[in-house]
């Protein structure tokens, strides 16, 4: 519990109408998208970065844990306020976006617009943000930097820290510090920006981000490769790329996975299929999208596809791309609790990997329904845990997810591609780390916040 | 100088072979780039990363300064032994290219490769690195990634950063890390290659890099637009870029350096234009091409174009880009001390740099030839000193000099786009940033290296 004094303090600083305690206001703020609750003291909502600084300030002085918070829509706790204290959340005052810059091909946001909200408006310009993690409807931007959240076009296009040039942050200290420039190439100091990135809101808070823009291309097209197996199917994906096809995306389903769509929507995926590929091509030109379609036509077809079908219309665009969108709420047929993470590996891995996951729900009697962005060896893999209220259940759930984990590792890979540590990972740090490591991380976390007050227990730290 | 104990100690982990304190060897590696001379008190070569671990634990137990070497090509003293101590080379026994996954688009190469030994390598099966620096047939990966190298394809494909997936280092106490993953994702733990990159040897010693590449395009073509003023050629850039059209390289040479190269080389480049921009496209179908050239012809003309030739083969477009490679050793004629800069601005504000930049000419009463990277940004601007020799006249160059910095920063532009801070940009970190940024700058530095034994000096820290 929080000293009133504090809450005096912390009111003066951001208003009585952005101080709360009240059991609404914390309830609203003690869960994210891992379904834990841990209730916070107080929510703030500071209305300038120099609220911000005031705030990081005063609870530095005193030694009050903050959080900082988006749209707590992440998938590992790191938005949760898991030692109580104060959220420090962005939504109500850090949503502008300040500057769309047409001649540069730049943007300035404050960190609480949500990603789609700013997709749509440079589309508007003739201009292209292309991160799209799942939940871009409601998301961050900065929760997507503090994450570096990928998404589906990332096969192509790569993920958030390839699109921020700058940033203005402000230390546990309170100091208010600029990091990197509004050009493409700055290489003036160290590099702050990249270790803000992904630090999972444990080094300062984001209050300003400058994004790299791209021009939005003319043409996309959609296809779908039917595969009676999966290692077929992830044989299709990585000898595609490396025949020199960069398509904007490469997601896969596997047949739980086909099968749970349909039973719920009934869209006529190929139900006794081993897997499907949806893919996607984009370019400027009209011949470069045959091109591509038709080169990956060719690989998919060498590689075991027995169906190949380009979507001839918007229509069969989007029933395409609805079954890998609505894939993660439909599995959920599959059981009541559903450990999810999402395992990177090297894209030629990929065959061995889903052999092995296959393998572990065999020996923990699990469906583990896989998912995901195969373009980059990204696969989201649920264990679908049907009595979680068993606790025996639950452990066999969570020792099947830690030899996931380990078989990641081992096949060159990491324990998460996209969705971060947080707390829901931390307990597998030692799977991918050395104590080396993790003390160089600790050193990190030390300088930026010596007195520990930022996000403290996330990552593993 | 260093005790003879040390040196003894040196000699153990590395052999008689790898040590050296004699002067031919000293006077080796005093220098680089910048012509500024330092000597170390020995050399030292290690065989493998093991032998580096070894040395750094040494050194960091009793305080010896290392000054980690690539190939000394640096334009700002980052390998300078400014303090003496230990200059550590990583030339000779860590010039292995160790592996090209073609599978996965992959390569892990050791520091000391050569960056075009290792392009003709991957381009030989079908692969791209498209990292350019100048330096490229003698500078080596790891002094490109401790700079954080650009170079001419940046416009397009990015710089260094953008292709460091993974690298091992050894901490000053020792201590061998990892950092990052065979991915093209990860998001586990800080980003410690984000933060190595740019460093300048001042952090940890890179033993190992696993870097990404691209599919090679199979076509590109060249093509050069002659302009009557400087403005009308930097206005022609931004525009065409900010249309959507992204050359792989953007490149210009003011009036000064197209009479320089002229008058050395007699390529027929037009003397009394104001500016040429020099640019390339690639792609994989002709029409791509065909269609890029085309629009960028349509942009150039728009903005003053007086002239555009597209290069018809590959001995035109070998003569275009040998007027561009040559320029830096061209503008030599107008003085023998050149005080050599690479700062950046936002695209759009290159119109009022290069105005800028003649009204300091004329201030000063220096020539100042400028040529360079204009896709993105990055400008070479070269402060002709005639008599070095005369203190006050070289004061003046340098007051010029910090001058310009002060422009580009006003200009929301950076120090350096490509070269680093090192020595030489050191006493101008005050004009970029501030205390508060200072002070975080040393607290990283001393998280990894709290006895600051690793290349210390640099970088005004």
Not at 82 to 105: R, T, W, Y
Not at 116 to 145: C, H, M, W
Not at 429 to 458: S, V, Y
């Amino acid at each position: 519990m929080l000293e009133s004094t504090h809450i005096q303090a912390l009111t003066q600083i951001v208003g009585k109408d952005n101080c709360h305690t009240d059991k609404a206001h914390l309830l609203a703020y003690c869960y994210d998208a891992t379904r834990e609750r841990y209730e916070p003291d107080a929510i703030v909502y500071p209305r300038d970065e120099a609220e911000v600084s005031a705030i990081l300030r005063y609870c530095n002085t005193h030694k009050i844990t903050i959080v900082p918070r988006g749209a707590g829509s992440g998938f590992t706790g790191g938005a949760l306020p898991s030692s109580g204290g104060v959220v420090l959340s962005l939504e109500k005052h850090f949503n502008a976006i300040l500057e769309i810059d047409e001649k540069n091909l730049i943007a300035r946001v404050q960190p609480g617009v949500v990603n789609k909200i700013f997709q749509n408006e440079v589309e508007k310009r003739g201009l292209f943000y292309p991160p799209d993690p799942a939940s871009q409807d409601y998301s961050t931007l900065g929760g997507n930097v503090s994450e570096n959240a990928g998404g589906m076009r990332a096969a192509k296009y790569g993920i958030t820290k390839d699109y921020v040039l700058a940033l203005r942050a402000v230390l546990p200290n309170g100091d208010i510090i600029r990091a990197g420039k509004k050009t493409i190439k700055d290489v003036a100091g160290y590099n702050i920006a990249g270790i803000l990135i992904a630090s999972e809101g444990t080094l300062a808070v984001i209050t300003e981000l400058t994004l790299k823009l791209i021009p939005k291309p003319k043409h996309k097209r959609s296809a779908m490769g039917v595969f009676a197996s999966i290692e077929d199917a992830m044989n299709a994906v990585y000898r595609s790329m490396a025949s020199g096809i960069t398509p904007v995306a490469m997601e896969f389903l596997d047949q739980l996975s086909i099968q749970a769509v349909e039973e719920r929507f009934h869209k006529g995926l190929p139900k006794d299929a081993g897997a499907i590929l949806i893919t996607q091509v984009d370019g400027d030109l009209p011949e470069v999208l045959e091109s591509d379609l038709s080169l990956l036509q060719a690989r998919f077809m060498e590689n075991g596809c027995t169906k190949f079908v380009v979507a001839k219309d918007s229509k069969e665009e989007e029933d395409l791309w609805f079954a890998r969108r609505n894939v993660s709420q439909s599995i959920t047929i599959y059981g009541k609790k559903k450990l999810n993470e999402d395992i990177t590996v090297p894209r030629s891995r990929l065959p061995e990997l889903l052999t092995r996951i296959q393998e572990m729900s065999e020996k923990y009697g699990f469906k583990i329904p896989c998912f995901g962005h195969t373009g980059d060896g990204n696969v989201h893999t649920n264990v679908m845990v049907p009595n979680p209220e068993d606790k025996d259940e639950l452990a066999r759930g969570y020792a099947c997810i830690e030899e996931i984990f380990a078989i990641a590792v081992e096949l060159e890979g990491t324990l998460s591609g996209e969705h971060g540590i947080g707390l829901s990972k931390a307990p597998f740090m030692h799977l991918a780390f050395t104590q080396e490591e993790m003390n160089l991380f600790k050193a990190i976390k030390r300088a930026f916040d010596p007195n520990n007050i930022l996000n403290p227990g996330k990552m593993g730290l």
